[in-house]
């Protein structure tokens, strides 16, 4: 199982650069299914997984000049806070047992997985679907003022469950700030690099870190999008999009039936 984990980092890493997005998606349910990680250590391993992907996607995008500061800081800025506020109050204070249904024992590894199934349900239906033409832009205020809002939601999806949520933020930048897409993305993966880091390093002290497993995984993770960015010139990215999309959905799916009917 453990070879089948670090066999599943390369696809992560091969996808993350065919398709630039939601491959980090698959890296919680990786480190507890394979590599028997407990639910809320994997979403702290998933940070650092995350910032490091996303830290050599945005210094590619910066030397393209692919990245809006001003989008970065104002959504990366309330972003922080959240991750900040949800690591270290809201994760702890999650008790270690919620409820029961029946014989159903819901506690707070369950509970994490479950919400990250349906995190998972939304990536891939956010990744299935056509792309949406934005709309016609509001002003730069209401502009700023929907990408604080956006920053404080995708920032408390990062701290609580370890995703980077680039499927949510670069639909908001395009939608809300009118980006293009390749600014978009290379926003997008400058403000997960910042969050993911700032979560994972704010909460280190409370947490074991096997380092040895974690940096091996990163490593080979990393290896996988520079082999995912020379594929990519060679095969057409959408289709490639909408299949890892239907494949994040079936992942999405067992989890909920494993953690509801198999726990």
Same mark, same amino acid.
């Given at each position: 199982? $453990?070879? #089948?984990?670090?066999?599943?980092?390369?696809?992560?890493?091969?996808?993350?650069?065919?398709?630039? /997005?939601?491959?980090?998606?698959?890296?919680?349910?990786?480190?507890?299914?394979?590599? @028997?990680?407990?639910?809320?250590?994997?979403?702290?391993?998933?940070?650092?997984?995350?910032?490091?992907?996303?830290?050599?996607?945005?210094?590619?995008?910066? /030397?393209?000049?692919?990245? !809006?500061? @001003?989008?970065?800081?104002?959504?990366?800025?309330?972003?922080?806070?959240?991750?900040?506020?949800?690591? @270290?109050?809201?994760?702890?204070?999650?008790? !270690?047992?919620?409820?029961?249904?029946? $014989?159903?024992?819901? !506690?707070?590894?369950?509970?994490?997985?479950?919400?990250?199934?349906?995190?998972?349900? #939304?990536? #891939?239906?956010?990744?299935?679907?056509? /792309?949406?033409? &934005?709309?016609?832009?509001?002003?730069?205020? $209401?502009?700023?003022?929907?990408?604080?809002?956006?920053?404080?939601?995708?920032?408390?999806?990062?701290?609580?469950?370890? /995703?980077?949520?680039?499927?949510?933020?670069?639909?908001?930048?395009?939608?809300?700030?009118?980006?293009?897409?390749?600014?978009?993305?290379?926003?997008?993966?400058?403000?997960?690099?910042?969050?993911?880091?700032?979560?994972?390093?704010?909460?280190?002290? *409370?947490?074991?870190? @096997?380092?040895?497993?974690?940096?091996?995984?990163?490593?080979?993770?990393?290896?996988?999008?520079? #082999?995912?960015?020379?594929?990519?010139?060679?095969? &057409?990215?959408? *289709?490639?999009?909408?299949?890892?999309?239907?494949?994040?959905?079936?992942?999405?799916?067992?989890?909920?039936?494993?953690?509801?009917?198999?726990?």
């Amino acid at each position: 199982m $453990e070879i #089948a984990g670090y066999l599943a980092a390369v696809f992560i890493g091969v996808s993350l650069g065919l398709i630039g /997005a939601g491959g980090s998606i698959l890296t919680v349910p990786v480190f507890v299914y394979l590599l @028997h990680v407990h639910p809320v250590l994997a979403t702290t391993y998933s940070l650092f997984v995350v910032g490091s992907c996303s830290l050599i996607g945005s210094v590619r995008a910066y /030397a393209k000049k692919l990245i !809006d500061f @001003h989008v970065v800081l104002s959504f990366g800025l309330p972003s922080l806070l959240s991750v900040f506020l949800v690591r @270290h109050f809201l994760l702890p204070a999650i008790p !270690d047992h919620l409820f029961s249904i029946g $014989e159903l024992n819901i !506690d707070k590894a369950v509970f994490l997985m479950l919400l990250f199934a349906l995190l998972m349900l #939304a990536a #891939a239906i956010s990744m299935i679907r056509s /792309a949406v033409k &934005p709309p016609v832009s509001p002003g730069r205020k $209401e502009r700023t003022g929907w990408l604080l809002v956006q920053g404080l939601f995708v920032g408390a999806i990062t701290g609580l469950l370890g /995703a980077g949520g680039g499927f949510l933020i670069i639909p908001a930048l395009v939608l809300i700030s009118r980006l293009p897409m390749k600014i978009a993305v290379g926003s997008s993966l400058t403000i997960m690099a910042i969050s993911s880091f700032f979560g994972f390093f704010s909460t280190l002290p *409370h947490y074991t870190i @096997h380092w040895m497993q974690l940096l091996v995984f990163t490593g080979i993770a990393i290896a996988g999008i520079f #082999a995912g960015s020379a594929l990519s010139e060679k095969i &057409p990215g959408q *289709h490639l999009k909408k299949g890892f999309g239907w494949f994040v959905l079936a992942i999405g799916l067992f989890i909920l039936v494993h953690e509801l009917f198999f726990p």
